[in-house]
Structures are given as structure tokens and as C-alpha cells.
């Protein structure tokens, strides 16, 4: 599969495939998947010569990223790119309070907490890497911050307003410390990409 090469700040950068993959449907998005269709699936993608994984904490309540944390275990680490997001942590609760129902099927009993704050994102990334198996992510992020998902304006300018006094320093760390490349945002809308860019030294935006 034909790749391409980006190093925006002369980091060594990442090389893509010009496929990837989103791991929500492993997540059980909308309907249950087994763990062995799961397994054959990922490994399909893998063989079929995809090395760009895209996952999140929200996918399955973590269980996409421990679905395809388990399908690369054993794979040399600099033959593919992960991608994983911040903006939620993840806190046990009883089964008949989990968040995502009619929307995630047969997943961990998790409610989903918003947290943009320099803590949240340390937070996040360690839980990440531990479900994932790996040392480092190469892209990290920001997750739904957008009007979509925060139903008003004030929420929104709040939560923003914490990624940039908070996370967005977390993001910052973890790039010049190796342990991502690359921070961003993935979101649902255009505006906060531009308002964020216009802020901060994003590197990427992914608009779904």
C-alpha cells in the first residue's frame, strides 16, 4: 500500500498508508461484535497492508483500544501509527448505569467524564497506552470538543477554555518529551479547528 511521509516540525515525523482504519465498529458501535470477528477483522486490515489505526477511550468504553492493542501485540512498534484521543475519562460503575446504551453493545460498565485539564489529559494517555500495550501514541486527540457534543456555546467556551489552560500544555509536554508526535483535535465541526489553530501549535486536525 503507497505511503506518505510528514514531519511538520522536524521531529522525524510519520509515515501513513493512504488507507486507515477506525476501530469504533470493533467498539461494538451499534452491534455487538465477537472477539474472534473482532481479531480476524483488525488482523485482515493488517495484512491487507493498513498501518494507520485510529482508536479512542469512547470506542466500546475501551474496548476497541484493548481489541486492537491485543492485535498488535508482538508487531514491530515502528511499522504503524496509532492515533487516540483525549477529552474523556473512563470510571467504573455498575451495568445498569453505563453510559452508550443503544449506541455500544456488550462493552465494560463505564461512565464517560469529560476532562480537558492538563490532569485529564495525563490521565487519559496513561490509561491509553496501558489498554493499548504500548509505550507511545503517535497522535493524540482532542476528542468532541465541539457544539455537537457540549449542546451550547458557554459549554463549549468553557471546555475549550480548559484545554487551553490545561491540556493544551499536556499535549505540549508529551510532544517534546517523545511520547506523542503530533497533537490535535478531532471533532465534528470546522470552527474549533480554526479556533484552536489560531491559539495554539496544533499539528492536525481530523474533522469526522
Same mark, same amino acid.
Given at each position: 500500500?503507497?505511503? *506518505? ?19 469504533? +465498529? ?8 465477537? #472477539?474472534?470477528?473482532? $481479531? ?16 479512542? +477511550?469512547? &470506542? ?7 481489541? =486492537? ?6 508487531? +514491530?512498534?515502528?511499522? &504503524? ?13 455498575? +451495568? ?17 467524564? &469529560? ?15 496501558? *489498554? ?21 456555546? $458557554?459549554?463549549? #467556551? ?14 505540549? #509536554? =508529551?510532544? $517534546? ?21 489560531? *491559539? ?5 486536525? =481530523?474533522?469526522?
Amino acid at each position: 500500500m503507497k505511503t *506518505r511521509h510528514w514531519d511538520r516540525i522536524g521531529n522525524g515525523g510519520l509515515t501513513f498508508t493512504e488507507l486507515g482504519f477506525g476501530t469504533a +465498529p470493533v467498539g461494538n458501535l451499534y452491534r455487538a461484535v465477537n #472477539d474472534a470477528d473482532a $481479531d480476524a477483522l483488525l488482523q485482515l486490515a493488517w495484512d491487507s497492508g493498513v498501518r494507520y489505526f485510529d482508536t479512542a +477511550p469512547l &470506542y466500546g468504553l475501551g474496548l476497541s483500544e484493548s481489541r =486492537l492493542g491485543r492485535m498488535l501485540r508482538g508487531k +514491530p512498534r515502528d511499522e &504503524y501509527i496509532i492515533s487516540t484521543k483525549i477529552g474523556r475519562l473512563l470510571k467504573a460503575t455498575t +451495568p445498569d448505569k453505563r453510559d452508550g446504551f443503544g449506541k455500544w453493545f456488550d462493552v465494560p460498565a463505564r461512565n464517560e467524564i &469529560y476532562d480537558y485539564s492538563y490532569d485529564g489529559v495525563m490521565r487519559s494517555i496513561e490509561f491509553s497506552l496501558e *489498554r493499548l500495550g504500548t509505550h507511545r501514541i503517535d497522535m493524540l486527540f482532542a476528542h468532541d470538543i465541539d457544539l455537537a457534543n457540549h449542546g451550547s456555546q $458557554d459549554v463549549l #467556551d468553557a471546555k475549550l477554555a480548559e484545554l487551553m489552560s490545561g491540556g493544551y500544555r499536556a499535549l505540549s #509536554d =508529551l510532544r $517534546d518529551q517523545g511520547v506523542i508526535k503530533a497533537f490535535g483535535a478531532g471533532v465534528n465541526e470546522w470552527q474549533p479547528c480554526q479556533w484552536l489553530a489560531e *491559539r495554539g501549535d496544533f499539528d492536525i486536525f =481530523l474533522l469526522a
